[in-house]
């Protein structure tokens, strides 16, 4: 993951500053630019009561979900059973979320390239903005035999952070790794996440996304 453009500034980082964008603070007649607390928050409540948001389509809490043709999971398959009961299933063992069999679609700024090549996912943020995703909506999958997310940034030259969201639900994730500056794995517990919320039906639906953030 890549930006380009940008101004290396003096970064800070307060706790619970959301995620609607930079917040700027004036520290002895200097103004720094303070990361978010997360990459993304969920902003359900305009998506399913607004059709468009003039102006604001391409910013990174609807860059993903509006107006776009998602795809729920490519390795879902539906069995008719002869009491006419239907039955998903997923073919194969470990989903692929990037690369050119990845099992959905990523979305971000149309100004950020997305390119999917062998296994990997490779995002250059060239928009303006001091925070940006990539961000795949949708995701219907088993967390009975999916529990966790496993995300592998192998390079990179700004923050970068990864975050869970549920569908329909607006607020802080249910999910998130703490902010990355380096290279790095991150692995997300998602069935103890969806436990602890209270969930009790065994498929979900989330919104995956991998953020970046510069000075």
């Given at each position: 993951?890549?930006?380009?453009?940008?101004?290396?500034?003096?970064?800070?980082?307060?706790?619970?500053?959301?995620?609607?964008?930079?917040?700027?603070?004036?520290?002895?007649?200097?103004?720094?630019t303070v990361r978010p607390c997360f990459a993304l928050?969920?902003?359900?409540?305009?998506?399913?009561h607004e059709q468009s948001l003039p102006g604001r389509?391409?910013?990174?809490?609807?860059?993903?979900?509006?107006?776009?043709?998602?795809?729920?999971?490519?390795?879902?398959?539906?069995?008719?059973?002869?009491?006419?009961?239907?039955?998903?299933?997923?073919?194969?063992?470990?989903?692929?979320?990037?690369?050119?069999?990845?099992?959905?679609?990523?979305?971000?700024?149309?100004?950020?390239?997305?390119?999917?090549?062998?296994?990997?996912?490779?995002?250059?943020?060239?928009?303006?903005?001091?925070?940006?995703?990539?961000?795949?909506?949708?995701?219907?999958?088993?967390?009975?035999?999916?529990?966790?997310?496993?995300?592998?940034?192998?390079?990179?030259?700004?923050?970068?952070?990864?975050?869970?969201?549920?569908?329909?639900?607006s607020g802080p994730p249910l999910a998130a790794s703490?902010?990355?500056?380096?290279?790095?794995?991150?692995?997300?517990?998602?069935?103890?996440?969806?436990?602890?919320?209270?969930?009790?039906?065994?498929?979900?639906?989330?919104?995956?996304?991998?953020?970046?953030?510069?000075?």
């Open positions: 993951m890549t930006e380009t453009g940008t101004d290396r500034s003096e970064d800070r980082y307060i706790p619970g500053a959301g995620s609607r964008g930079p917040v700027q603070r004036n520290d002895r007649a200097r103004t720094t928050e969920g902003h359900e409540d305009e998506v399913y389509a391409t910013e990174p809490e609807y860059c993903a979900f509006l107006g776009q043709s998602w795809t729920f999971n490519r390795a879902m398959r539906w069995a008719t059973t002869p009491n006419a009961t239907v039955l998903p299933y997923e073919a194969g063992g470990m989903l692929a979320l990037t690369g050119e069999e990845r099992i959905s679609d990523w979305f971000s700024d149309p100004a950020n390239p997305l390119r999917h090549t062998g296994t990997e996912l490779s995002l250059e943020k060239r928009s303006a903005r001091q925070r940006e995703v990539a961000a795949l909506p949708g995701l219907q999958i088993d967390l009975d035999r999916h529990p966790t997310l496993n995300i592998i940034v192998s390079a990179t030259t700004a923050m970068w952070q990864v975050c869970v969201l549920v569908k329909g639900r703490d902010w990355q500056a380096t290279p790095g794995e991150v692995t997300l517990d998602l069935a103890t996440a969806w436990q602890a919320r209270g969930y009790t039906l065994r498929f979900a639906e989330l919104h995956i996304a991998i953020g970046l953030t510069v000075p």
